[in-house]
């Protein structure tokens, strides 16, 4: 800042001796500051002050030249202020420039230099004690000096310079752009002040050349550097320039020439300031005080544009003038540590370049020897502290020595620590202790470590974003920690931040600049990483251009060169897995080729190249087959591992990557030196993987996975226990969480797979089992990859259930076959072996439960897979197989023969396409003739039955006698040949057929489960051929044969219930060991007992499975009335109530506590129910078969035996002691009759047995013996008949009068046939009075007749409501049920009622008088809760139950017409329906009383009339001891009259006083009241009353 200089002064017009002693102290003064000018003396300066203070102390005030005065020794103690920084010269010097300023108020010419000379003291008083009052007060006076000097001013061009230096002062205090915007406009209105020539036009432009810097500094914006360096430029052309002016000059140039190269990346600029520095280095030769400093200064240049431009000349000269540095730099020589930091970061820079170890051995050395000359305290030792880091780290990522690492984070932490919040080297600090934390979390894959990183790096990016200074470097490794933390933990949201970091830095670096290439590929690696885990098109798609445009940008001679191939090459891959498009693979294995040919021998990423090229390679292979590539894969890959002798770091990946090679050639050419060759390098790569090596988990995998190929070919255990072994220890390795634990979780599961398919131990399956549902898990619903894993887990349920038979497993294993298939669509390479698999589970559970639309389903997928498999396809024969077994089993069950022509058609193709030494040939044979023998049975064509039995004498001369299939070819054939005989009566056929089924039971030892086909066939064709020549030898053997076979203790429940009932038909047709019947139908009802007790988990599947009409094949129904029948002709009546109650209403009793089923068990002793669950179907694992083959590799016939025997001995064991346990005695086994009797305590019980053998009703009661009334007229035959005229009459309705007289006939029908022999006996022999309580239980389709109603309809006859109170009772039990626990309510107590009332349900008539009715009910309840209209939902009424004892429904009722367990009360929408299932399982330990004002509540079921299944029945097993049902559709009016005199009955004595005992007879007075009205009789014939 300029400030006047002293001036002499003016001598005054009065001459007088002060006058004078003042112009002689002034000029005295004058003189000393002269001298002092000249000769820079001190003493001058003191001598030219103490004059000038003597003048002053002369000079009044008012005298004219005191100004003068104040304004030279001001200047002067100014100045020596200075020289000797005495602060109070300066403060003297002040009061001296303000006095002087008041001596010219405004408008005074010479104020304006006043205002100039105290404002520059002022600046220099702010510079000593920092008081910002100090500079507002200069910058203020400098203003007002300013605008007393007008443009014309000459002096005006030094108060915009000294105003310009006090803001740019305040701006460097403040930071206040105005400030600095303000400054750079005085300059710039000072530089056409100061022309060419002009003695301040170089000082101007300096100060142009300095605030825009500054300014640069701030805004970043070119425009100002590029000024600058005009301005630079501007000074160089002034003439006479000092060379050492010049020197500076060229300096600031070419430092500005950089910066401008920094933003624009153009190698001009930095051309022109290396060009510069070298003529600032011309100008300071050795000896020059800067010639060390310009060394330094050039060879940052050529560093820069080595790293720009990558011309290693530019390094090495760069080394060469930091080394002549430090040759100037002595080790006592302050700026040592300068120059040895220096050259130490170009020597590592160079290193990585060229990898020579002795750049970085130099490179740490000169770090170490700068640590040791920067002490603690020394300025420098943070910065060297923080490049002997980054060096150690350096030799860490050549040498992998961990004390390097280790080292290298100490001096960055003690570095962090020399750096505090605020000082601007603190976010170097941060990002590489980032960095080497990094490092170190990589090796150690502890997390604590990338947590540390990721910290450190955002608060380097949160300093970089407080600074606005350029945070690129810092988002680029917050980046890649928070990849690290991903890669190591798996959390997706790391992921994405690694995306988020790396996207905004990459915004950072346009096209053209030289970061942009690294930001390019991190994003890219990011964006490939995440579509890896999301498969969003979208990431891979830019992550493939990134990698392209980093490829264009980068100079094919760049060291970056290679990498950029191989990133874009592996993106290309990863494309390629899920386009499978060929394009994408070529030109990824092209540009790894590419790749290789850049990294020749010798070349340190040839290792790499050669592993990627080798991995691209593999995946061509296995999508097009071609062995070349293969072959040329293990080359490379044979070379890599060359590349890797022992103890390189590089050898485990080679090794692995080798190993996988290997056993993929071996899988296609079987040859065995690669498979040991592959295990052989696992095995060594599992050695290199010590415990707590990151890669053991992937040494493990893979050892496993060769030793697990390995022994599917050599058979040998060791291989396989030691796989599961490794497999056990990988997954431990990988906690939950894990990316990757899947991987393990997949080859372990497969592994305890196959062993539990050798060794049949359940462990193994459950444990495999397990980990498929954990790895479900990490594959979420909707990834593509999910579907192997549903697959797998599918697999492993239909075995488990193979074992244990859990409906569980089969329904679990479809879901996940459907989940499967719909992640495979139309065109998936995989579809066509799901659908076969989910057929398979389907054709399954068909078997087990007999739903129908299972196997609908199954051909439906097996058709879809047929369309997907054409001639050739490795799937089209199996697909043919199936498909014909399952239209086979459709066959049985519907009956048409088009079924059975399209099974037969599929099974020809079959053998069209299997050659005659196909393994598989023979079953598809055996196929094929037992279908011929089926259609067959149907058209009686000979043609059929001659090509079958062809057919099977071609594949018995092929299959010898340790063949298989033997057996069951010489069984099939037996058949075919009796068919043939029972048409032409050729003894020669049966003679044959009998020695094929003893061939083939000899083939079939004890134990065998399949042995039980031959006994039965045997004992067939022996029946056969005695009914032709009756010999007594051959029924009694066939006899014989059948008992065998319902012994036969390890096959199919089933299968023996079968051979039993077969037993019993010949003892009855032949009468012929009659004396063995009765415990021949016991065991029967035995097997039928345990058959329907397992069947299914589902009472609606064991349902399905009864209305098989296999089920009449096996004479499973009927068979309780045939062996009651029995039982009556013997005389034992008690046991004919006995065998009753036994084989009827299984599927109720099934879900009842009175008999203790398992679902008690269960909740005594949960194992012990599984175990005997398990147990049971494991032994009925062939139930319902359709006779179809299959070849079953690896199986001997011994091992199967064994396991059944031995699940067999189990069983019995397991039986026993469910029987042991208290209330369990009966378990399985016919409830005694003295236990039965009971549930006739308050009245007859009245059994009403019809069988093809005889008809008879067996009355029960409470004491006595049971009285037989026999029923000679109530044939099966004629009960039918009557059961089809009362479904005809309610279901078409005709005319009034005429279905009054139908039902009348109907009803005297019934009386005749039924009741009045039963009345008889009631009234007469138990002298039974009027009114008196009775209960029916009919068996058959008696069911489905109003027997309550009955009687001789006559002009002065009784009918039987005229006579009896009736109820109904699904069968003793229920009744005994009922009554157990029940407790009238208290005086004190009321009934809790719920009305569930719907008038208008969706898709039904309106029920308009169901409002009436609720309201008739109110009258006598009007505490009831009402549940109508929209309230109506399915869960409202089902928890309203839990929380009440009676219930009245009004609403519509559906008996549905197969499935009756869906039969249900319509509420709100066909969506909401409670269904007969849905009361089932709701059990109701409270209710009393139900009444069920709707239709069909109380309709039977033709398909199984035993079985008692409708709503009225379901809501007594739920609980309900009383319930008011209707046998088919009623009218609506009635309702609300039942309904008044129902209630008014109940609540007779108060609603304290009700017993729902009294229901029977309350519904009794609801008919009486219709009767009166004279309403058809179809109506009030209809209620009908259930239960106590």
């Not at 008692?1508 to 609300?1536: C, K, Q, S, Y």
Request: proline share 4%.
């Amino acid at each position: 800042m300029d400030a006047a200089s002293p001036v002499d002064v003016v001598t005054p017009s009065v001459e007088s001796d002060v006058h004078e002693f003042i112009r002689s102290a002034f000029m005295a003064g004058s003189a000393a500051w002269d001298e002092f000018h000249s000769f820079n003396r001190y003493d001058d300066l003191c001598v030219c002050i103490a004059h000038y203070k003597k003048a002053l102390g002369l000079c009044p005030a008012s005298h004219p030249n005191r100004s003068l005065i104040l304004n030279n020794l001001g200047l002067a103690l100014q100045t020596r202020f200075k020289v000797n920084g005495e602060f109070p010269d300066l403060e003297e010097s002040i009061d001296l420039y303000q006095e002087d300023l008041l001596l010219h108020p405004v408008n005074h010419p010479d104020r304006s230099s006043s205002l100039n000379n105290l404002a520059c003291a002022l600046v220099s008083r702010f510079d000593t004690n920092n008081s910002v009052s100090d500079l507002d007060q200069c910058i203020k006076h400098h203003r007002e000096a300013l605008s007393l000097r007008s443009t014309s001013n000459i002096e005006r061009s030094v108060s915009l310079g000294n105003l310009g230096y006090a803001l740019l002062v305040r701006f460097n205090r403040t930071e206040e752009m105005a400030d600095l915007d303000e400054c750079i406009q005085h300059h710039q209105e000072c530089l056409p002040l100061c022309p060419i020539g002009h003695p301040r036009r170089s000082t101007t432009l300096r100060n142009l050349e300095v605030t825009l810097r500054a300014r640069f500094g701030r805004t970043r914006q070119l425009s100002d550097i590029d000024k600058c360096i005009r301005y630079h430029r501007d000074e160089l052309s002034l003439p006479l320039t000092h060379d050492l002016d010049r020197s500076a000059i060229l300096d600031s140039l070419a430092s500005a020439l950089l910066i401008r190269f920094e933003e624009k990346h153009e190698m001009v600029s930095v051309d022109e300031g290396i060009q510069c520095y070298r003529e600032v280095l011309r100008l300071r030769p050795i000896g020059h005080p800067e010639h060390s400093e310009t060394l330094r200064y050039l060879a940052n240049a050529l560093l820069q544009r080595y790293k720009q431009g990558g011309d290693s000349i530019n390094l090495d000269e760069c080394i060469s003038l930091y080394k002549e540095d430090l040759l100037l730099c002595p080790p006592s020589h302050p700026r040592r540590p300068a120059a040895l930091g220096h050259l130490a970061v170009a020597l590592v820079t160079r290193f990585k370049l060229e990898e020579e170890m002795q750049d970085l051995e130099d490179c740490i050395e000169y770090h170490r020897e700068n640590l040791a000359l920067c002490p603690i305290g020394h300025p420098g030792r943070s910065a060297t502290l923080n490049n002997l880091g980054i060096a150690l780290q350096a030799r860490f990522e050549n040498n992998s020595d961990k004390s390097d690492l280790e080292e290298c984070i100490q001096h960055h932490l003690e570095a962090l620590s020399l750096r505090p919040i605020g000082n601007p080297d603190r976010v170097a600090s941060l990002i590489n202790l980032g960095i080497a934390t990094r490092l170190r979390a990589k090796e150690t894959r502890e997390l604590a470590d990338i947590d540390r990183s990721i910290g450190y790096h955002r608060e380097s990016l949160s300093l970089r974003r407080i600074n606005r200074s350029d945070p690129f470097f810092a988002l680029n490794n917050l980046g890649s920690a928070f990849k690290t933390r991903y890669e190591q933990g798996g959390e997706m949201a790391d992921l994405d931040a690694c995306v988020g970091y790396h996207q905004e830095a990459l915004e950072l670096r346009p096209i053209g600049h030289p970061d942009r290439s690294s930001a390019l590929n991190s994003l890219g690696t990011a964006l490939r990483a995440r579509f890896e885990q999301r498969e969003e098109l979208a990431d891979l798609e830019t992550c493939i251009s990134y990698h392209r445009e980093d490829l264009r940008q980068c100079p094919i001679n760049s060291s970056h060169h290679s990498t950029i191939l191989g990133n874009l090459a592996v993106a290309l891959m990863t494309q390629f897995n899920q386009t499978v498009k060929r394009s994408h693979i070529d030109e990824c294995i092209v540009l790894h080729r590419e790749c290789l040919r850049m990294c020749p021998a010798g070349h340190r990423e040839r290792s790499a190249a050669l592993s990627n090229l080798g991995a691209a390679l593999l995946m061509r292979f296995k999508q097009y087959s071609q062995i070349v590539d293969l072959n040329d894969c293990i080359s490379h890959h044979t070379e890599d591992l060359s590349l890797s002798p022992l103890r390189h770091p590089g050898r485990l990946a080679a090794l692995n990557n080798l190993g996988i090679a290997l056993i993929t050639r071996f899988q296609q050419t079987s040859k065995v030196v690669d498979l040991e060759k592959c295990v052989e390098c696992h095995r060594e790569a599992l050695s290199l993987s010590a415990i707590g090596h990151p890669d053991r988990i992937f040494a493990l995998n893979n050892l496993g996975s060769a030793l697990h190929t390995r022994f599917e070919q050599t058979a040998k255990m060791v291989d396989m226990q030691e796989a599961i072994g490794y497999q056990k220890e990988a997954l431990s390795l990988r906690p939950v969480g894990h990316p990757d634990r899947s991987v393990s979780l997949i080859n372990l599961g497969n592994a305890l797979k196959t062993r539990f398919l050798q060794e049949d131990d359940m462990a193994d399956l459950e444990e495999c089992i397990k980990c498929y549902r954990e790895d479900l898990v990490y594959c979420p619903a909707g990834r593509l990859d999910r579907s192997m894993i549903v697959g797998n887990l599918g697999a492993a349920l239909l075995l488990r259930f193979g074992k244990g038979g859990d409906a569980a497993d089969v329904d679990e294993c479809i879901k996940y076959g459907r989940e499967a298939l719909s992640l495979r669509p139309v065109g998936h390479s995989e579809r066509a072996s799901t659908l076969n698999n989910v057929s398979i589970a389907l054709a399954t559970r068909f078997k087990q439960r007999g739903e129908p639309a299972d196997l609908v389903e199954c051909i439906g997928h097996l058709q879809d897979c047929l369309a997907i498999c054409p001639m050739g396809h490795s799937l089209r024969s199996k697909t043919l197989n199936n498909l014909g077994t399952a239209l086979t089993e459709r066959y049985e069950q519907r009956s048409e023969l088009a079924d059975l022509s399209e099974c037969i058609g599929y099974y020809r193709e079959d053998l069209f396409l299997s050659p005659l030494d196909n393994p598989s040939r023979p079953s598809t044979l055996i196929n094929l003739s037992n279908a011929l023998t089926r259609r067959f049975s149907r058209s009686r064509s000979l043609d059929d039955l001659a090509e079958c039995i062809s057919h099977l004498r071609q594949c018995l001369s092929s299959c010898q006698s340790t063949h298989p299939l033997r057996a069951t070819i010489l069984d099939s054939l037996g058949s075919a040949l009796l068919s043939r005989f029972e048409v032409t009566n050729e003894i020669a056929d049966v003679n044959e057929c009998i020695g094929d089924h003893r061939e083939a039971l000899s083939l079939h030892p004890i134990g065998d489960p399949d042995r039980i086909i031959s006994l039965h066939n045997l004992g067939y064709a022996l029946q056969c051929r005695y009914k032709s020549g009756a010999d007594a030898a051959d029924i009694e053997e066939s006899i014989l044969r059948y008992r065998e076979a319902a012994e036969h203790i390890t096959s199919s429940v089933s299968m023996r219930l079968h051979a039993s009932n077969s037993r019993i038909s010949a003892i009855r047709q032949f009468k012929y060991g009659s004396e063995f019947l009765g415990e021949a139908y016991a065991s029967s009802l035995d097997l039928l007992d345990r058959s329907i007790l397992v069947a299914a988990s589902r009472v609606s599947g064991s349902h399905a499975r009864m209305t098989n009409p296999s089920f009449d094949n096996l004479r499973g129904r009927n068979l309780a009335a045939d062996a009651a029948s029995h039982a009556i002709e013997v005389g034992q009546l008690k046991a004919a109530v006995e065998v009753l109650e036994r084989g009827r209403a299984l599927l109720f009793t099934q879900l009842g506590n009175y008999r203790a089923p398992l679902n008690d068990l269960a909740a005594i002793d949960q194992e012990l129910s599984g175990r005997f669950r398990k147990l049971s179907a494991a032994i009925d694992l062939s139930t319902l078969s359709d006779g179809s083959v299959e070849i079953e590799d690896g199986v001997d016939v011994k091992d199967i035996v064994a396991r059944r025997q031995k699940e067999a001995a189990e069983w019995d064991r397991t039986l026993e002691e469910i029987r042991r346990l208290e209330g369990f005695k009966n378990f399985l086994r016919i409830t005694p009759f003295d236990c039965l009797k009971g549930a006739a305590k308050n009245g007859p019980v009245i059994l009403i047995n019809i069988s093809k053998y005889r008809s008879d009703a067996v009355i029960v009661r409470e004491t006595g013996e049971p009285l037989l009334v026999p029923l000679p007229e109530a044939t099966p035959f004629n009960i039918r008949a009557l059961a089809d005229t009362i479904t005809q009459t309610t279901t078409a309705r005709p005319e009034e009068n005429e279905s009054n007289r139908i039902l009348q006939d109907l009803l005297r029908d019934i009386w005749r046939i039924i009741a009045e022999p039963i009345v008889v006996q009631l009234e007469r022999t138990m002298r039974l009075p009027r009114g008196s309580r009775i209960w029916w239980i009919p068996t058959s389709l008696a069911w489905l007749l109003p027997i309550h109603a009955s009687g001789p309809y006559q002009q002065g006859g009784r009918n039987l409501p005229d006579r009896f109170v009736s109820s109904y009772a699904p069968n003793m039990s229920a009744l005994i049920r009922a009554r157990i626990g029940f407790q009238p309510i208290l005086k004190t107590s009321r009934p809790r009622l719920m009305i569930v009332a719907q008038s208008g349900a969706e898709g039904e008539q309106p029920l308009p008088n169901v409002h009436n009715e609720v309201a008739l009910i109110c009258q006598f309840a009007p505490q009831a809760r009402v549940i109508e209209g929209d309230e109506c939902a399915r869960d409202t009424v089902l928890n309203g139950l839990k929380d009440t004892t009676w219930v009245h429904f009004a609403c519509h009722g559906n008996q549905h017409p197969t499935e009756p367990f869906k039969s249900h009360f319509s509420l709100r929408t066909r969506d909401t329906s409670l269904t007969l299932l849905d009361i089932i399982r709701n059990g109701l330990p409270e209710a009393e009383l139900a009444v069920l004002s709707a239709c069909h509540s109380a309709a039977g079921d033709k398909s199984t009339p035993d079985e008692i299944i409708h709503l009225a029945a379901g809501m007594l097993f739920a609980g309900f001891r009383n319930v008011v049902g209707t046998m088919w559709a009623m009218v609506d009016e009635d309702g609300p009259v039942i309904a008044e005199e129902f209630y008014k009955y109940m609540f007779r004595n108060g609603p304290e006083a009700v017993d729902c005992r009294d229901s029977a007879k309350a519904l009794d007075m609801g008919v009486r009241m219709l009767r009166r009205r004279r309403v058809p009789l179809e109506r009030w014939i209809n209620f009908v009353h259930y239960g106590m």
